[in-house]
Structure formats: C-alpha cells, structure tokens
C-alpha cells in the first residue's frame, strides 16, 4: 500500500508530499496521530513546496543579472539614500497603485541595486517582474518590426508588473526605437508599474530621444503617479566595494498580497 501511495504521488506531482511522506508516516505511527492530522500536515509541506517552486521561477523569469536584495544593499555607505524611504517602497504600495519609480543619479551610487531590490520583493509577494538593460529592450523592440512581432512582443511586455528598465542614460537610438519605447510607456499607463533608472535628469532626454513632442508625452506619462529618487552621493564601486554579485539571499518575507488594489495618491518625490 504504501508503494502504491508514493506512486501515486510521484504521478500527480506532488513534490512536497513526496519528501515529506516517509518521515510523516513515521511520526503518525510513533505518536499515532490522527488520520485528518496527517493528511494536513502532508498538505501544508505539499502547498510550501509549491510556494517555493513558484517563486524560484519567477525569480528565474524575471532575468535579474545578479541576486541584489534591499537587505545586502550598503545603506551606510550611500548618504544619499535614504533608508526608511527605500524601505516603505519595500512594501509594494507603489505597485498596488501602478505608480512608476524613477531612480536618478551618477554611476555608482546604486540606483540598479535599489531597483533590483524592489523587483526582487515583488516576485517575493507574487508579481511577475522583468528585468531589462535599457539598449536590450530596445534592440528586442526593433527587432520585432523586422518580423512583425511588436504587438505580441509589446503585450508581453506590457504585463510584467513590475517592468525595469536599467540604464536608460547615453543610447544611439533609432527613430523607430524611439517610437517603439513610448508606445510600450503608453501601454502600460495607469495599468503597471515601470521601473527605470538613468545616469542624466530628464531634461537630457530631448537630447537622447531627439522627438520634443514624443518626449513630452512620454515624460507626461511617466511622471503622473511617478516617485522620483534622486541620488546624489558617493559611488559605491571601488575595493573595498560590495556593490559587485553578492552572495545568494536564501529569504524574503511577502509584504502583502498583490490582488489587493488601494485608492491612487498624488505625485511625490523622494529626494
């Protein structure tokens, strides 16, 4: 009988059940517990090896080039951050509301590490985020006029929530690059939240995307319901530096479930 129950497990998948049955069984027969109190302990291991699988993968879907997390980030070696700030954006609000995150600042000083954090807390609480360097999704968006994938592509792309988008500084940009990047913005407008972070204040992006009123609309968007950080303090990088990959994080607590939605607030800015 008890082949045929591993068996049975094994075909219906039943990870967690299966690492957990020899060891339950026999904790049953030594303190012969109930029936209903073995089937719910094997039920609560089974429900925990699915949260941990579905959060290994969508870590994995969200292409996050290294392991960041706001616990590793050195909040006491950037002045320029402020750390009680950083971690109420922690508790995911800013999704909730589809607010947009702009982190502004030299090189150096952290902004992709913050960022990464953030997306890292939410495929924690059960979003589904993307990471993307800024010249990357570019090529991406122009290589799918070539084969007239853009509307799948920009689908895709406009469910991730949320969407960053790292380094959005000094680019060579094609026109149709240019278009492609704000019909992706104006498709996620309102409905999720997008994460950049850039080397230059917005005003230099008239330089970079070379279109006054494109860029107009595009700021228009991307800073209504919009919190901008900007960072402004020494770089990070250098010997003694721990801004490089870091060791894996082995946990993260949910803040708060992502089917929640809360009333839209106004602008903010985190200086």
């Given at each position: 009988?008890?082949?045929?129950?591993?068996?049975?497990?094994?075909?219906?998948?039943?990870?967690?059940?299966?690492?957990?049955?020899?060891?339950?069984?026999?904790?049953?027969?030594?303190?012969?517990?109930?029936?209903?109190?073995?089937?719910?302990?094997?039920?609560?291991?089974?429900?925990?090896?699915?949260?941990?699988?579905?959060?290994?993968?969508?870590?994995?879907?969200?292409?996050?080039?290294?392991?960041?997390?706001?616990?590793?980030?050195?909040?006491?070696?950037?002045?320029?951050v402020d750390k009680g700030q950083i971690q109420t954006l922690a508790g995911l609000d800013f999704l909730r509301r589809s607010d947009n995150v702009l982190l502004i600042g030299p090189p150096?000083?952290?902004?992709?590490?913050i960022a990464l954090g953030l997306l890292r807390e939410a495929c924690v609480n059960g979003y589904r985020g993307r990471f993307y360097n800024a010249q990357t999704l570019l090529d991406e968006l122009y290589a799918s006029l070539a084969d007239r994938s853009s509307l799948r592509l920009l689908r895709r792309l406009s469910r991730f929530q949320p969407l960053l988008i790292d380094e959005l500084s000094y680019l060579t940009l094609k026109p149709e690059q240019v278009d492609m990047f704000f019909r992706l913005i104006d498709q996620r407008y309102l409905h999720a939240s997008t994460i950049i972070t850039t080397n230059v204040e917005l005003t230099a992006w008239y330089d970079l995307f070379q279109k006054k009123p494109l860029v107009d609309?595009?700021?228009?968007?991307?800073?209504?319901?919009?919190?901008?950080?900007?960072?402004?303090?020494?770089?990070?990088?250098?010997?003694?530096?721990?801004?490089?990959?870091?060791?894996?994080?082995?946990?993260?607590?949910?803040?708060?479930?992502?089917?929640?939605?809360?009333?839209?607030?106004?602008?903010?800015?985190?200086k």
């Open positions: 009988m008890l082949d045929q129950l591993r068996g049975l497990i094994a075909q219906l998948r039943f990870r967690g059940m299966e690492a957990a049955l020899d060891a339950e069984i026999e904790r049953a027969e030594r303190d012969r517990v109930t029936a209903v109190d073995l089937l719910h302990r094997m039920l609560l291991e089974e429900a925990a090896s699915k949260r941990q699988r579905s959060l290994a993968y969508r870590l994995k879907q969200a292409h996050m080039p290294w392991d960041w997390s706001l616990e590793s980030f050195p909040f006491a070696r950037q002045p320029g150096g000083t952290g902004k992709t590490g609309a595009l700021l228009d968007r991307l800073q209504h319901h919009c919190i901008t950080i900007r960072i402004n303090g020494p770089s990070l990088r250098g010997p003694a530096s721990d801004l490089g990959p870091p060791k894996p994080t082995t946990s993260a607590r949910p803040t708060a479930s992502h089917d929640n939605r809360t009333s839209r607030k106004s602008p903010r800015s985190i």
